[in-house]
Structure formats: C-alpha cells, structure tokens
C-alpha cells in the first residue's frame, strides 16, 4: 500500500511539473461560458471557436475554459484565469461586462476580450457578430416560401439584439413582400425546448408556416418537420434536427476571430477595439440553403454576397413602427443605434414588452 | 439481512465529533473512485480541487463564498433547532437584496455614510417581512411552513426579475436587463483591498455566528427554541408560545438571510440582476446540516462548502474536467454527510438470520427532526 | 374551433409531464415522506431515457429505461431517509443536486442528436373524426397513459385496502407501526414509485415532447409538480385537473402574445407559486379539510421502535 501511494504521489509530482514547464513557453487563452460546453447551443459556439483555435495553433497555444458561470458570481472566476496565467480571456455572456472589466482594470498585463457588451478598457476588447445580416436573408426566404404570407417568431428577452434581429428580419420579409406579417412570442428563456416547441406549437396553430427563433433549442424545427412545415436553425446547423424543414440557419462561427485574436496577442499587435464583424468576416455564416427552389436559394445567396460586399440591411427608407421616418433614402443605420435598439420598424403589428 | 437503527439513549459524542471527518475520508475516496473512472489521476486531482487553500487571494474568494451561505445556515439553524422548516431562504435573500437596494437603484447620487447601513438594514427588515408570511400563514391558518415557504422563493424569483428588466432597468445600459452600477457609498468595503476583494460580509457572518451561538447556548432564549424544538407540548407547560417562537425563528433567519442579500448584492455584484444567487439559499440548508445547526460548525461547514465550489472550478481550469464534476462532488458530499449523522443518534446495527436477542431498551419515538 | 382543438392538443402534451411527475410524488407525500428530489428524478430519467432510446432506436424501451432509472435512483433517496432517517428536506435537495450533476456528465456525448420520437396514436376512421378525433383518438400513448395513472392511484388510494393503509401510514406513522403496518416498507415502495413516475415524466421530455438531450432540460418541471401536488391538495384528479390548468395557462399566453396581446410575464411565471399558497391555505385553515386532506406525518422521520 504504501508503495502504491509512494509511487502515485510520484508519478502526480512529474505530471504537475511537466505540466507547469509546458504552461510556461505555451500562449494560454481562457474562456468562459454561462452554459455548458455540450449545451448544444450558444455556448458550444463558442468552445467550437476554441477547439478550432487549438487546432489552428497547435503546439502554440494552450486553452482551458470554466462553463456554468453565473453571471452574479463570475468576478472570481475572471480573477481566477488572470491569475494562473491565462495571456487572454474571453468572456462570452453579456452579463460578464462589469465583473469582468473590474479584474481587466486590476491584471493591466492580461488581455481581456467581452461577447456582446459595450464597456472596453485599454486591455478590454469586445466583439460581437452582426447576426442581423443573417436574419435579413432569412426573412427574405420566409416572404417567398411562406403560403401564408405569415411567419412566426421566436424570442427571449427584449433586448437591442433581438429587436435587432426581429427588424431585420421583417425588413428582408417586406423587400419581397411589403405586406408580410410576423408573429412574435416571448419564451423568456434563452433555452428551454419544452417551451420553444410550445410556442412553435402556437405559432403555427396561429397560421403560421414558417418558424424563426432567437432561442438556442432546435425544438421548434423539429415541430416545424413534424408539421411538414419549415423554419430556420439558430447558433448553429440544425439540420439534422429537421432534414426537411430547415431552410438554413445561423451558425456562430467564433473560430476565426478567436485566432486571430490569438495571434495578435501573441505577436504583440492587440489592441482593444469594439468589433463587430459579419457575414463578410464569416463570423456568422449561412448554413446551407436546403429545401428550397433554385430560384429562392439564388436569391438567398445573392443578398448574401451584397451584404459581404458591403450592404447594410438597415439601410433607408426605413419608418419606424408608427409611421414616422427612421432612415432616409440610402441612409445607413449608426452603429450606435442598433446596439441600443428598443424599437419596432413599420410592419410589425406589435409592442415590444416592457419588461 | 437488513440495516437497523437503536436509537442511542443520548447523542453520541463519539460521533458528533467524528461524522464530519468520516464523511470528508468517505467523499474523498468516492471522489477519488470517479476521478479514477474518469480517466484522471485521482491523488492530483483530489490536490486540484483542495489548491484554493494555498493562495491568499483565493481564501479571499473562499470568504465571499462562505458568507452568504453562513449567514443564511445560522439563520436557519435557529428555525430548524426550533423544528420549524423555513426552506424558502432562497427567496428571503432575493427579497433581501432587493429592499437593500431600493435606496441606491431610486437614488443613486445619494452619496452619504449613511447609506450603507441604512441599506443593511433595509435588507434584513425585507428578508424578516418575506420570511413572516409563511409565519404568518403557518400561525393563523396552520399551513406547512416547507411548502408556502418554497413557493414563496418562485415568486420572488420573478419579483426580482421584474423589476430588473421593467422599472429598475438602467436607463443607460442598452434594455439590458439589470441595474446603474451603485456609487462607492453603497459597496461594502474591503476587508484587505491590497491581497483580495473580499468584503466585510464576511465578518457580518462571523459575528452573526457568534452572537447566535451565545444566544443559542447561554440565553434563555436559545433554551425554549431548544424545548420548543424538541417537545412543543414541554414548551407549552413551561409557558412558551408557540406562535410567537414560528415568528422568532422566521424572522431572525429572514433578517440575516436578508443581511446575506443585501451584503452580496453592494459588496459582490454592485448592482441588481435577474439572478442575484447561485442558489446560496438552497446550499445555507446543506450547510446548516452540515454545521450540524450549530453557529461555529456552521461556519466552518460554510468554509467547506464554499471551497467545493472553488475546487471546482480549479479542476476545471488546470484539468479540464467538466463542472459537473464539481456538483457531482457536492451531492456526494451531502450524502455522506447526512449518512453519517444518522450516528450521532442511532447505532447502527445488521439483523442477521440468527434471532436477536430481547432489545435492551425501548426507544422514544423521534420527535426530533434531526 | 380547428384553433381550440389545436390549443387543447398542446395543452395535454405540456400538462402530461407535470402530470405525472406529481402523481407520483403525489403517492409519496400520501405516505408521508417528502421528497424534493423531483427535479433531479426528471432529469435523471429524461437522460437515461434519451440513451436508450437512441440506442436501441426504440422510444419505448427509452421510456422503460426512464422508469426503472428513475426507480432506481429514487432508491438512493429512499435508503437514506428511511433506513438512516436522514433529513428528508436536505437529503431531497442534495438529490436533486446530483441528478443535475450526473445527467450532464451520462449525457454529455448525447447532445445535439436526433433521437427516436414516439409518435401519436392513429386509430383509421376514428381520428379522422372531426374536432373529437384528434382530441380523443390521436394524442401520443402517454397521454393515455398519464390519465390512466391519475385512475390507477384514484382508485388505489382510495378504494383499495392496501391505499387505505398507505394513507393511515402517511397521516400517523406512529399509530400505524403500532398495528403492526411495515411504515418503512410502504414507504419504500411509495418513493420508488414517485421516483419511476419522475423518471417517466423526464422521458417523456426527451423522447415526445422534444426528442433530445439538453442539461437541464427539466427547467424547473420538479418544483411545479411539487407545487401541484399541493396545489391539488394530495387528490388524484385534482392533480390531473391542476395539471391542465397550469398547461392552459402556460399555452394560452403564447397564443395572447401571437395574437398580439401583451402578456404579464412574470406575473404568469409566479401564478402557480401563488395559487398553491392559496389553496394551502384554504385548506389548512379549516382543520376538518385539513384532516382530510393533508398527510400529517409529512417530512416527519420515522424510525421503528422494536
């Protein structure tokens, strides 16, 4: 017994060194995530975006992350990753701003990058997606697929990025046919399958035939192929899901700006910016167009390849919901704007919550 | 052959002293076991999980960790001394850093010393009045206090969350749902700013757990929750109201879960958000438990808990292992715990085929709840 | 009237697993133990459940896998409050802790798969009918299933001796050991059944109502069934009708909100909570209704004198 012990106390001793003289010629970047990493949605966007890191910088770089943060109770965790050595840290929940800008301000020598937030700090960097770009092209497939001329539309909480994303959605619906209708259902949840298929449930029971979502589950596709009709994927493929009933989907590609990121980190070139990339920088990508006629699928992928090339879905004339003018014609909507959107534009009959 | 209990004729002091031990030495080889079975060096990680303890910074962290759940178990450990089961503290906590926090989230220049113990105060008169209506529903209309007080902590919940993303919403963070960040008159201070960030919280909860175990051992007070407790109709001869120790032990463990609210909520998070609490309320029952309702074994049972909680996250972060090792590990924890207890009242014994001899005394029944 | 066929149809499936994750529990608090593990028995059984499924392709044996998982797990409950006489509120608690623990790490590489789904009865002629034929003859087998359990344990409770003497155990322990009733048996097979219910509800999460595996999918379903059991004030069919209540609460603000009425979200999310705190309270001040209703002995430890 006591050889046994002797011999496992030695054997952890030489992991712990091994691994401490591998933690010190490797880069290390950390990440945490609100849910879990297998939680089959936004989280596991982002640790896709690790592994892919990983795999790009091989030998290069070490990456670690803590998963089931609460948002109240991450200041330590940040703590934590800056003090065992973590060069960055990525913190991929909007509710991590504040703590996490509070250990950025105290480790001035590790780089902090923030999903989704608006504070930055000299070490301090946020990054976001435009995935608006991408539910403009899903609104535009639901005009011309949609029998009823009526799409179903699935939320969380009323907050500048699903308002975002509800108006884009309309704007691209209404360029193909300007008397299009949404119907939108607040969930609030950002993951709960028994309810998003509830609402799903009600949505089409309501007439609608096209379902899109700001929620993580595939559970309303897989209503939607149930009921032999359609919708679109969020966060990431769900095609399998709904072989028949997904259109596309928007899947959140982190990975590349995470090596990027990385890289500039490592060489010395980062700096702490606000960026907010899109389909151009493939930060978002469209899932493949399926399901669909040749001719909405060209469609699809020419909006696609206007926005890449530089088109802003929100760009005038645009009313806002009441009828009075937002955007002029060809005025492109400020950053600022969309980042605290808390209005409805024309075509949508109706209040945003609240609460 | 099957398990049973004799009950002791007086606690055993033997294994009031022991269980604790036994069940860390039991959890730690189970731990070990799964470790094992995870494919991971069971002696590192065991070490992984127990390296908060080596850092100063990290027994900072430890001590805003075990506050709120001291806190909390010492309230409790009064109710459940008493034999009366507040399990709604999740929601008196809630409650608690709500009312704290109506002066800084409706007045936000108020800039004053003042200001933080008026909050402090605020907070525990909101947790006490949330913990009074299951009181108050169990005095007048005889209802179980383990179910309206349980329900009460869903109603919470969405009071809380109402208020975030309604009326209290910043009107400066983008629809976000939370609070303006408070002014630095409404955070707790640092205990030791230059090694860590824990807060007088902490020492709230010390002093909280010391006064209680005066209270609970030397007043006369602490006597009739103890006769109370273990024989209603005792405490009847001896002249104790029932009614009026259901408010007392209510409200005291209301106050101080309320204190905890309020004390995370300025010193921790600086603001309101749809979730204030990991579930501290529902960990400080575990603790109490664990603490074995006693203030100073609550508080080192908070301390142990709450490095569960760190070491699960260093295992996360140096091994890679999943968080939901570190939940795993707790319910182990908890279990065992519990198991072992069974002996501090009970002898355990195996009832063979072989027939057994006459019992050599009859048991009371149990009246305790412990 | 198509719409309200369709709202009725949605209902049952959201009502079907508070449905039966409270009649079990239902049973359990009957015989006096409470147990508030139930989330933690969901989730276990919704895990299992998935596996079995989708390995064997066979959304049946996933719901078998799902009972006698959640059986077996309830087991660990029942030994530790009924053989070691622990607390029955902490130990619920730490079980509802290890269930969410151990369901990520069983099903951590089942996620993002299709599973099987089982698929709603179809009976020619009969669900063809209009309006009663989807309703009556069309939903998914559980639901059947559930309304029958709801029958079941109505008329064990009630109507059978060995229900009597399980409601005689649940309202004095004590009076009950003394005519000699095995207390800890009853109460044994009492939580093994609220735990194989738990564990069928958690399939029916992962293998009908979404096919799928996701951490803490329950959301939260084991405190409403709790809730309910409460609120239904330990009936059978009370349950049964409190289940639905709750679903068509839950679906009919999700066909306000598509029908453009703004909805109180919080005030629906916390309606549940508050009903049951009334009717708790209806029936406890009133001693008689009190004594008809309500297991005395709940949460009270029993250990047999010999």
């Keep these: ?237 769900m095609i399998s899901f709904a072989p028949k009933a997904q259109y596309t989907a928007i899947v959140d590609n982190w990975g590349p700006y995470y090596v990027e990121r990385v890289k500039a980190a490592m060489d010395g070139t980062w700096k702490s910016q606000q960026s907010w990339e899109g389909l151009k920088e493939k930060i978002l990508v469209m899932a493949p167009y399926t399901n669909l006629p040749d001719d909405v699928k060209k469609m699809a992928e020419e909006t696609e390849a206007k926005i890449v090339g530089g088109w802003n879905p929100f760009t005038g004339p645009v009313s806002k919901q009441d009828g009075s003018p937002w955007l002029k014609d060809g005025e492109v909507s400020d950053d600022g704007t969309l980042l605290g959107m808390n209005f409805y534009v024309k075509g949508i009959d109706d209040a945003i919550p609240n609460n | 052959m099957r398990l049973e209990l004799v009950k002791r004729p007086q606690r055993s002091m033997l294994f009031s002293a022991l269980s604790p031990f036994i069940a860390f030495v039991l959890t730690a080889a189970a731990g070990a076991i799964m470790f094992a079975l995870l494919g991971y060096n069971p002696v590192k990680a065991l070490g992984t999980y127990i390296s908060p303890l080596t850092e100063v910074w990290q027994l900072h962290e430890l001590a805003i960790k075990a506050a709120p759940l001291i806190l909390i178990a010492v309230g409790l450990s009064v109710c459940y001394r008493a034999n009366i089961w507040n399990i709604g503290a999740e929601g008196q906590f809630i409650i608690g850093g709500v009312v704290g926090s109506i002066v800084p989230v409706l007045y936000p220049t108020y800039e004053s010393w003042l200001l933080l113990p008026l909050m402090m105060v605020m907070g525990m008169i909101g947790g006490a009045a949330y913990a009074s209506i299951p009181a108050l529903l169990k005095v007048r209309f005889n209802t179980n206090e383990i179910l309206t007080s349980l329900m009460l902590v869903y109603i919470a919940e969405n009071v809380l969350d109402w208020l975030v993303r309604g009326p209290w919403r910043d009107p400066n963070g983008y629809n976000f749902p939370q609070t303006a960040q408070f002014n630095d008159y409404a955070i707790l201070p640092a205990i030791a700013s230059s090694s860590g960030r824990a807060h007088i919280g902490f020492i709230f909860a ?83 438990f664990l603490g074995r309702l006693n203030p100073l074994g609550i508080v080192a049972a908070g301390l142990v808990l709450a490095l569960t909680y760190l070491g699960g996250e260093a295992v996360q972060t140096a091994l890679g292992l999943s968080d939901k090792v570190a939940r795993v590990f707790q319910g182990m924890l908890l279990f065992f715990v519990l198991g072992c207890d069974t002996l501090i009242h009970y002898r355990i014994r195996l009832i063979g085929a072989k027939a057994e001899p006459a019992a050599a005394q009859p048991a009371a029944r149990l009246e305790e709840a412990h | 009237m198509e719409i309200l066929v369709a709202i009725l149809l949605t209902v049952a499936t959201a009502a079907t697993p508070l449905l039966i994750a409270a009649i079990g529990e239902l049973v359990v608090e009957r015989s006096g133990v409470l147990n508030l593990g139930v989330e933690g028995m969901i989730i276990m059984g919704a895990v299992s459940g998935f596996i079995a499924g989708y390995v064997t392709g066979s959304p049946w044996l996933g719901l078998l896998a799902a009972i006698v998982v959640g059986a077996l797990f309830s087991l660990l409950f029942g030994f530790m409050v009924l053989t070691l006489a622990t607390n029955q509120v902490a130990t619920g608690l730490s079980l509802t802790l290890l269930g ?117 999918m329950s959301a939260g379903r084991g405190w409403i069934a709790l809730a309910l059991v409460v609120f239904a004030s330990w009936r059978p069919w009370r349950v049964l009708g409190g289940a639905y209540i709750f679903g068509a609460v839950w679906i009919g603000q999700l066909h306000a909100q598509a029908f453009g009425i703004p909805v109180p979200g919080q005030v629906l999310a916390a309606a549940p909570y508050a009903a049951t705190i009334l009717v708790l309270v209806l029936i406890s001040r009133n ?10 002995s709940l949460g009270q430890p029993f250990v047999p004198d010999r």
């Design chain 1, 1 to 237: 017994m006591k050889k046994l012990l002797f011999a496992l106390s030695a054997a952890s001793a030489m992991v712990l060194v091994a691994a401490s003289a591998q933690a010190q010629d490797k880069f290390k970047a950390c990440f945490v995530y609100v849910g879990s990493h297998t939680d089959g949605g936004y989280s596991e966007g982002h640790d896709h975006g690790r592994q892919f890191l990983e795999k790009e910088l091989g030998d290069k770089v070490q990456t670690s992350f803590v998963e089931n943060v609460a948002e109240a109770d991450s200041e330590r965790t940040f703590e934590r990753l800056a003090r065992e050595g973590c060069n960055i840290v990525f913190g991929t929940s909007f509710g991590f701003m504040d703590p996490e800008l509070k250990v950025a301000k105290r480790f001035p020598k590790v780089l902090f990058e923030h999903a989704t937030g608006f504070k930055t700090a000299d070490n301090m960097a946020t990054y976001n997606a435009r995935f608006y770009e991408g539910r403009y092209i899903q609104g535009q497939i639901a005009a011309k697929m949609s029998k009823a001329g009526l799409a179903g539309y699935i939320v969380s909480f009323p907050i500048p990025e699903v308002i975002m994303g509800i108006n884009s959605f309309i704007l691209g619906a209404q360029s193909i046919n300007p008397d299009f209708k949404v119907k939108i259902v607040w969930v609030r949840s950002w993951f709960d399958p028994g309810k998003e298929a509830d609402a799903a449930k009600a949505l089409f029971d309501q007439g609608a035939d096209i379902v899109a979502q700001h929620t993580d589950s595939p559970a309303p596709l897989q209503i939607a192929q149930e009921r032999g009709l359609h919708g679109f994927g969020q966060a990431s493929d």
């Design chain 3, 100 to 216: 969410l623990g151990l369901s990520g790490m069983i099903g951590a590489k089942f996620v993002g798969v299709p599973g099987p789904k089982l698929s709603n009865l179809y009976i020619p002629g009969l669900t063809d009918l209009p309006v009663v034929g989807r309703l009556v003859f069309g939903q998914d087998p559980v639901v059947y299933l559930s309304i029958a359990l709801t029958f079941g344990v109505g008329w064990f409770l009630f109507r059978t001796r060995t229900g009597l003497t399980l409601r005689a155990i649940g309202d004095s322990h004590g009076s009950a050991h003394a005519l000699g009733i095995s207390v800890v048996g009853y109460r044994y097979l009492a939580v093994m059944f609220g735990g194989a219910c738990s564990g069928l509800a958690g399939g029916y999460l992962s293998l009908v109502y979404t096919p799928q595996w996701t951490e803490n």
């Design chain 3, 287 to 296: 001693k008689r209704l009190t004594m008809m209703n309500t297991p005395a």
């Design chain 2, 206 to 288: 010390l002093v909280a757990a010391v006064l209680m175990w005066f209270l609970m051992k030397r007043m006369l007070k602490g006597f009739e929750v103890r006769v109370m407790g273990a024989s209603p109709r005792a405490g009847r001869f001896a002249g104790f109201s029932h009614g009026k120790m259901v408010f007392f032990a209510f409200m005291v463990s209301g106050a101080l879960t309320g204190l905890a609210g309020i004390s995370e909520v300025s010193g921790t998070i600086n603001q309101l958000q749809p979730v204030i609490s990991p579930g501290y309320g529902f960990t400080a029952i575990i603790v109490a």
